[in-house]
């Protein structure tokens, strides 16, 4: 079982920051990607950015040059750097870790979802 513990997320004004962590804990043998996704009311769950092992990193056109994903292996934790926030940022925030539970046996889980509301 591997628990995903999220944190940074609130209201923040139009043009503001946040900065968004996940920490990862339990049965991992080996973390391979994380990466954030955003789901806002009525819209289907889409992909934010994402962060391999290795450091490549991909990120959603309508966040490029607003948002940074960082990672730290040594502590399974993963950071979103948002800028300069728009109102349709407002979604709730999920993390996502890609990982093994032993060698070569893969498997993914989820966070519980932190708010993130754009408004003034």
């Known amino acids: 079982q591997v628990q995903l513990v999220e944190s940074g997320g609130g209201l923040v004004p139009p043009g503001g920051s946040l900065r968004l962590s996940c920490a990862a804990s339990g049965r991992i043998f080996r973390i391979n990607a994380m990466g954030w996704y955003r789901q806002a009311p009525g819209k289907q769950r889409e992909l934010v950015a994402a962060?391999?092992?290795?450091?490549?990193?991909n990120y959603a056109d309508s966040v490029k040059g607003r948002f940074t994903i960082s990672g730290d292996n040594a502590k399974n934790t993963v950071y979103l750097q948002m800028n300069s926030l728009k109102p349709e940022d407002t979604a709730v925030y999920y993390c996502?870790?890609?990982?093994?539970?032993?060698?070569?046996?893969?498997?993914?889980?989820w966070g519980q979802g932190t708010q993130v509301t754009v408004s003034s």
């Open positions: 996502n870790v890609q990982y093994w539970v032993r060698l070569g046996v893969r498997n993914d889980s």
């Open positions: 962060i391999t092992r290795e450091g490549s990193t």
